[in-house]
């Protein structure tokens, strides 16, 4: 058992004081406090600006310590703000007044080591033995999951370490729990608190954490494609492009790898894009033909022309005319046969011209937040465990809190106020 206080005497003794511990009752304000004691109310209007808005910082039901004269004059009160300071209120005696400050809450800390068999339920147990309530709701609370209460049998063993804070000999703020056991039908099941008081039945945890990743989500993106313009003005397609269509001339199936566009004899022919003239002359079926071939493995095909403009070897941009239309080679009338092929294959040109983005669903990498689990060991669980299962060999006596004594205050408490 580990004493962690600082200093202690039993100041009624030394003063003939009498300590009195009370709750702060409900709705009562500063004021109506002062009122009680017949403290004159001009110590409010004492107290600095920033110390007046912690007046409304104390809590009904909060445990306030007060010392009386033998006659009965309040001499000091102790009221806690919060878990770590407290006003003070204290009579200097010399000048016959009462002063006001606000300190901090002085407490010890103080390990107790608990074995004890279950007869009624962990929760009744405690309460009778050790006279903690908090500390039955919060082993009740702890083992919650893991156990069930009912399926305990007489004899059971309930094993536990817990710090408590005191102040003034009572148990100041909530225990805190670093390990508990129950033993039942021969298995220990424990429980091992972290930090936050967090009870897990591991002396380890799932703890998580984000991180950035890689994921592979389907977006739908836009994809720069050709930018090929028309082949000629005022278009009206007269057959599409098909790898089977029914052949007017043939009269058979075949596939057309192009669109027909109806125009005018004479109708000028323009470039799609700009590129070197590969070709520039008579090719069969196809009569005068100019082929152009673009970056990117593109070559645009132009067919059934009457005149051709543009020559073999020569580089041509964007729009510029290459040609007009006709009717050479195998065809029915005047029309452009106008062919695209990617990398040697035919390719729709309906598909490239004029559009200049294509949507497309593709698979991308995007980097993104990933949770993750990762076990950390709670800290102090394994020793905690190796100490309980000692502990439980050889128990400890039992500290119980209905034996403390409640009139002694630690000599820092009223330090300040007996100096005046
Ligand atoms: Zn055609």
Same mark, same amino acid.
């Given at each position: 058992?580990?004493?962690?206080?600082?200093?202690?005497?039993?100041?009624? &003794?030394?003063?003939?004081?009498?300590?009195?511990?009370?709750?702060?009752?409900?709705?009562d304000?500063?004021?109506?406090y002062? +009122?009680?004691?017949?403290?004159? +109310?001009?110590?409010?209007?004492?107290?600095?600006?920033?110390?007046?808005?912690?007046?409304?910082?104390?809590?009904?039901?909060?445990?306030?310590?007060?010392?009386y004269?033998?006659?009965?004059?309040?001499?000091?009160?102790? !009221?806690?703000?919060?878990?770590?300071? +407290?006003?003070? !209120?204290?009579?200097?005696?010399?000048?016959?007044?009462?002063?006001?400050?606000?300190?901090? *809450?002085?407490?010890?800390?103080?390990?107790?080591?608990?074995?004890?068999?279950?007869?009624?339920?962990?929760?009744?147990?405690? *309460?009778?033995?050790?006279?903690?309530?908090?500390?039955?709701?919060?082993?009740?609370? @702890?083992?919650?999951?893991?156990?069930?209460?009912?399926?305990?049998?007489?004899g059971?063993?309930?094993?536990?370490?817990?710090?408590?804070r005191?102040?003034?000999?009572?148990?100041? @703020?909530?225990?805190?729990?670093?390990?508990?056991?129950?033993?039942?039908?021969?298995?220990?099941?424990?429980?091992?608190?972290?930090?936050? $008081?967090?009870?897990?039945?591991?002396?380890?945890?799932?703890?998580?954490?984000?991180?950035?990743?890689?994921?592979?989500?389907?977006?739908?993106?836009?994809?720069?494609?050709?930018?090929?313009?028309?082949?000629?003005?005022?278009?009206?397609?007269?057959?599409?492009?098909?790898?089977?269509?029914?052949?007017?001339? /043939?009269?058979?199936?075949?596939?057309?790898?192009?669109? =027909?566009?109806?125009?005018?004899?004479?109708?000028? /022919?323009?470039?799609?894009?700009? $590129?070197?003239?590969?070709?520039?002359?008579?090719? #069969?079926?196809?009569?005068?033909?100019?082929?152009?071939k673009?970056?990117?493995?593109?070559? &645009?095909?132009?067919?059934?022309? &009457?005149? !051709?403009?543009?020559?073999?070897?020569?580089?041509?941009k964007?729009?510029?005319?290459?040609?007009?239309?006709?009717?050479? #080679?195998?065809?029915?009338?005047?029309?452009?046969?106008f062919g @695209?092929?990617?990398?040697?294959?035919? !390719?729709?040109?309906?598909?490239?011209?004029?559009?200049?983005?294509?949507?497309?669903?593709?698979?991308?990498?995007?980097?993104? =937040?990933?949770?993750?689990?990762?076990?950390?060991?709670?800290? $102090?669980?394994?020793?905690?465990?190796?100490?309980?299962?000692?502990?439980?060999?050889?128990?400890?006596?039992?500290?119980?809190?209905?034996?403390?004594?409640?009139?002694?205050?630690?000599?820092?408490?009223?330090?300040?106020?007996?100096k005046?």
């Open positions: 058992m580990k004493w962690l206080f600082i200093c202690s005497l039993f100041f009624s &003794s030394l003063f003939g004081a009498i300590s009195v511990e009370t709750k702060w009752t409900e709705g304000t500063f004021s109506d002062l +009122q009680k004691h017949q403290i004159p +109310q001009w110590l409010i209007q004492n107290i600095d600006d920033e110390d007046k808005q912690f007046l409304s910082e104390i809590q009904s039901g909060v445990k306030v310590f007060e010392l004269t033998k006659e009965g004059t309040l001499i000091q009160s102790l !009221i806690p703000i919060g878990r770590e300071m +407290q006003i003070q !209120i204290f009579k200097d005696e010399q000048n016959d007044e009462y002063l006001f400050d606000i300190i901090p *809450i002085i407490y010890g800390i103080r390990e107790h080591d608990v074995v004890m068999p279950i007869t009624v339920s962990p929760h009744s147990d405690i *309460i009778n033995n050790i006279h903690h309530a908090p500390l039955a709701t919060k082993i009740s609370h @702890l083992f919650k999951k893991s156990i069930n209460f009912r399926k305990l049998h007489k059971d063993t309930l094993a536990l370490i817990y710090k408590q005191e102040r003034l000999g009572k148990p100041f @703020l909530d225990p805190e729990v670093l390990v508990a056991m129950i033993e039942t039908a021969g298995k220990k099941k424990f429980i091992f608190v972290d930090e936050e $008081g967090v009870g897990y039945t591991k002396t380890h945890k799932d703890v998580s954490y984000v991180t950035k990743g890689k994921k592979k989500v389907k977006q739908e993106v836009k994809v720069k494609s050709s930018s090929f313009g028309m082949p000629l003005r005022h278009v009206r397609i007269s057959s599409r492009f098909s790898y089977k269509r029914w052949h007017p001339i /043939l009269k058979r199936y075949r596939p057309h790898l192009g669109v =027909d566009f109806a125009a005018k004899r004479g109708t000028p /022919l323009l470039a799609v894009g700009s $590129g070197k003239v590969i070709y520039s002359g008579w090719m #069969g079926g196809y009569g005068r033909v100019v082929k152009i673009h970056s990117n493995g593109y070559i &645009s095909l132009y067919a059934h022309q &009457s005149r !051709i403009r543009a020559k073999k070897g020569t580089h041509v964007k729009g510029q005319i290459i040609g007009y239309v006709g009717s050479s #080679g195998r065809s029915t009338g005047p029309h452009l046969h @695209l092929y990617k990398r040697n294959r035919a !390719i729709n040109p309906l598909k490239m011209i004029n559009k200049r983005y294509n949507k497309r669903t593709k698979i991308i990498t995007k980097v993104v =937040d990933i949770i993750k689990k990762k076990k950390v060991p709670i800290k $102090g669980a394994l020793e905690n465990k190796k100490r309980l299962l000692e502990i439980v060999k050889n128990p400890p006596e039992l500290f119980n809190w209905q034996g403390t004594k409640e009139n002694f205050m630690y000599f820092n408490d009223i330090q300040k106020g007996s005046g």
